[in-house]
C-alpha cells in the first residue's frame, strides 16, 4: 500500500497564538573567523597575503565582503551550475 497524503481542512494550522521562542545568536562566517585569528585590521586586508589567498580560492563560496572583493579586484562566478 501506498503511503497517500491526507487533506486537511482549512483550519489545520488554528489554533491559540503561540510565541515563537529567540532564535540563537548567529555563529561567525569563516571569513570572520580567518579575520578574528588573524588580528588584522579592517585597512589592510587588502594587503594581507593571507587574506588575498583566501579570498580568491573561497570567493565562490564563503562569504566575502563586497567592497574586500572590489578593493582586490576579484570577480564572482553568478552562474551556480559550477
Known sequence: MVP???H???SWATGPARELPP???AAPTEFEQL???LGTP???WPEHP???KWVHQHKNFRYVPERLLE???ENVLE???L
Open 4 to 6: 497517500t497524503l491526507q
Open 8 to 10: 486537511r481542512g482549512p
Open 23 to 25: 532564535l540563537p545568536p
Open 35 to 37: 579575520i578574528a585569528a
Open 42 to 44: 579592517e585597512q589592510y
Open 50 to 52: 593571507v587574506i588575498r
Open 71 to 73: 578593493a582586490l579586484g
Open 79 to 81: 552562474d551556480w551550475n
